[in-house]
């Protein structure tokens, strides 16, 4: 087993400022891409009356990707804890989300008991929360979901950096094909 002692740009997926990405994206897509109010509260208002719940795919100690770490301002190979969802509305995933926040960050947060609750309804309830910018991407995520299986893909990526309390959270959200069937929206 080699250890690399650079990273490759392969480590690195293209997050780019999401203003920088306007061109490129429809109407549409801007205001679900660029909005920087709760996610979940959005998909909650555009689901109809269809249910809408997370489904935890997995939470624990991980090891972040070089982008990630970089994104936490942590050191290479350095333990986060790591949560990772699906945001369904119905039995359809519209949303993967991969959050990360170095394990130093958090004491006292209690994170690791959201279960399927969803992050943003624990998030927006801090009265100290600060965002920082928000990157978008075109690449699919590259953690393991279900969906992948399925024939369901990604259209926009999007992430940004938390602050609440001496906590830093990264949160990083993938829109999906199904959401895109669903709610008619352009591929773009």
Known sequence: MSRRSVWSADDFPCWRPVKALRPAMSAPWWQWVASTDSLTARI???????????????????????????????????YAWRREVALCVGESPWVVARSLAPLASLKGQCLDRLGERSLGSWLFRQPDLVRGPLYATRHAPRFAYPTR?????????????????????????????TMVDDLALPSR
Request: include cysteine; charge should be positive.
């Open 149 to 177: 299986e399925a024939g369901i893909g990604s259209c926009w990526g999007r992430r940004s950096v938390f602050q609440h309390a001496g906590l830093s959270l990264l949160v990083q959200e993938y829109f999906l094909s």
């Open 44 to 78: 909650v208002a555009a689901s109809g009356h269809r249910p809408f719940h997370v489904r935890l795919l997995r939470q624990g100690v991980a090891l972040p990707e070089p982008h990630e770490a970089q994104a936490l301002g942590i050191a290479a190979r350095r």
